[in-house]
């Protein structure tokens, strides 16, 4: 069976600022996948395969200096993000539906990032009770 806990996060302004950064650098990296899965189809004919583009995170960081603030996993649930929007438009194309394009995602459509697997922990400090993730900090808990 599958679990996907929420929690109701109290972060600081500090917190927040930061939590909005990493929000929006994981925007920001989701319209260029996206860029990227469009420019390939256009050269190759076909789409590219997940692996293909979260092979090139490796490579992003060296010159987009942000990416390297985000925890990995981060970044790599980004890109199936991606894969899995395609993958709903494909079947609701299948269905019968009319269907465009995925589209450029801005700031207000962008609301969450996802760490799964590793990279953050449930810490009880000083009597209360945080998340601890990865690059990012302790936040407290509701």
């Not at 092979?55 to 980004?78: A, I």
């Amino acid at each position: 069976m599958y679990y996907a806990y929420k929690y109701r996060l109290k972060p600081s302004d500090a917190h927040r600022e930061e939590l909005d950064r990493h929000r929006d650098i994981c925007r920001q990296l989701y319209n260029h996948a996206l860029y990227r899965l469009n420019e390939f189809q256009d050269k190759q004919g076909e789409l590219p395969s997940m692996t293909t583009l979260r092979s090139e995170l490796p490579d992003l960081k060296k010159w987009w200096d942000d990416l390297s603030d985000v925890y990995s996993k981060v970044l790599q649930t980004v890109v199936e993000r991606l894969f899995d929007n395609l993958n709903g438009l494909s079947k609701l194309k299948e269905n019968g539906y009319g269907v465009g394009h995925l589209k450029w995602k801005p700031p207000r459509e962008f609301r969450s990032f996802t760490y799964s697997q590793s990279g953050f922990k449930l810490d009880k400090k000083g009597g209360q009770t945080v998340l601890s993730l990865s690059k990012l900090a302790d936040i407290p808990i509701r």
